[in-house]
């Protein structure tokens, strides 16, 4: 009898096959509430998500009714205002938030710059993998990603004080060589709970998830001591085909079935795309218009490309009809027809012709700590972002001002950390006021160490040696070395090759 028991259980584990005596070890429950009530004041809860997309809101919500104090919440975002861990904020309920993002909440920032909520940014991706290293008992590990950064010097703040000083700041973290680059040491991290929003559950506890709301829910499964999962449906034992179960049972302590689901969508600001030529009106719209053109031409066929919101996605539109590029994406993209809105999503993306971008057949979906193996890993070809400073040896700045609101570094940091990964910087030669952006060194906080490749304005193409320098290659009509020398805070050399600006 013993070792039958034990037969199922091993059984149970590859999430394959069940007895009627098998012993479930999941509970179900219909009352989130219900599911809820043990979390203590002081707990660390894992909450699943990005953006507003796969939140538990049932369960969110219940922790409303419970009144639980003091909570450690490690979330990659916030939620907004009136929705998702925002109203945890709005209860003053959350003692400390680890996140990668907090943008988009306004009682948020009044808190943290009120020094009432800790905060803990940590890039995305080693959020990710911080999460799905707790998940399988591996302490810490190494990564590339924020070395040179505010992250590994540590200092940043925490918390501040009522009078604007900082009370607790970010730890330095360890630096170590292997095979001649610099990585960081970031450590594990568990929850006591972990609060997930799954598709569907079968009655034995085995998950499926929909679509993009695998992001961060697949690897917080794993790195809690209670998981509680809030399922739209649940389905009988055998409903889900064996090799498609995403999270087995094991990892699944509760299952709640859930009410209504709001599907809401987070608009970006600047978000929105027209697909359509744009019309130029004014001279910022030529300006932008011009570094897209030029954006437009790094794309190869077959590429697989991680693309910043702005001129990087807007470049996107100027494809070739007769390449085929892979985004690869943490912002996914819904609708077609002239605009598309920008959610938060992990998705790839296949993209073709000039005017529609959608989701085609051969697409795939995957949760954070697989999208930032990918990123981390030198899977993905290029990188295009924005910038506020690039230094002479491809230091970017582009997440931070200090003194003003510091939104998060989302996964930035991660995309640039990536070696073999290309990163082409698009942005505009001169701040407002004529104030120099391209400089001998970045004045404001880094998003990584001679990471930038290449540096496309309105006026000029730079090539970027990480040790050597800025290499002037290509020109905008009209335009002398002698005029970009007097707008570029630093010095450069003159490709001998030197070209006209490229458009598309
Ligand atoms: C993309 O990168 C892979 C290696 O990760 C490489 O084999 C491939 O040729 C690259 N493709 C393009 C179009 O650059």
Known sequence: MKALRVLLMLYSVGGCYFSTSFQKRSKFYSDPTEAVKDIPNGATVLVGGFGLCGIPENLINSLL????????AVSNNAGVDNF?????????????????????????????????????????????????????????????????????????????????????????REVREFNGRHYIMEKAITGDFALIKAWKADKAGNIVFRKTARNFN?????AAKVTIVEVEEVVDVGTFATEDIHIPSIYVHKVVQGGSYEKRIEVLKGGIIQAEKPKPKK???????????????EFEDG?????????????????????????????????????????????????????TVTVLPGAAYFSSDES?????????????????????????????????????????????????????????????GGKHKILDKCSLPLTGKQCVDRIITEKAVFDVDQTKGLTLIEIWEGLTPEDIKACTGTEFEVSPNLKPMQQI
């Open 65 to 72: 009714k419970t009144g639980v104090k003091s909570l450690t």
């Open 84 to 172: 998702g861990l925002g109203l945890l904020l709005q209860t003053k309920q959350i003692k400390r938030m680890i996140s990668s993002y907090v943008g988009e909440n306004a009682e948020f920032e009044r808190q943290y710059l009120a020094g009432e909520l800790e905060v803990e940014l940590t890039p995305q991706g080693t959020l990710a993998e911080r999460i799905r290293a707790g998940g399988a008992g591996i302490p810490a590990f190494f990564t590339a990603t924020g070395y040179g950064t505010l992250i590994q010097q540590g200092g940043s703040p925490i918390k501040y004080r009522k009078d604007g000083t900082i009370e607790i700041p970010s730890e330095p």
């Open 218 to 222: 697949q690897p917080m499964c794993k």
């Open 283 to 297: 001279d910022s719209d030529i300006v932008r218009e011009r570094i897209i053109r030029r954006a437009a031409l």
């Open 303 to 355: 590429m697989y490309a991680n693309l910043g919101i702005g001129i990087p996605m807007l470049a996107s539109n100027f494809i070739k009809q007769d390449i085929t590029v892979h985004l690869q994406s943490e912002n996914g993209i819904l609708g077609l027809v002239r605009v598309i809105l920008i959610v938060h999503l992990h998705v790839v993306l296949v993209l073709t012709g000039k005017e």
């Open 372 to 432: 930032f193996a990918m990123i981390r890993g030198g899977h993905v070809n290029l990188t295009m972002l924005g910038a506020m400073q690039v230094s002479k040896h491809g230091d970017l700045a582009n997440w931070m001002i200090p003194g003003k609101m510091v939104k998060g570094m989302g996964g930035a940091m991660d995309l640039v950390a990536s070696a073999g990964t290309k990163v082409v910087v698009t942005m505009e030669h001169s701040a407002k």
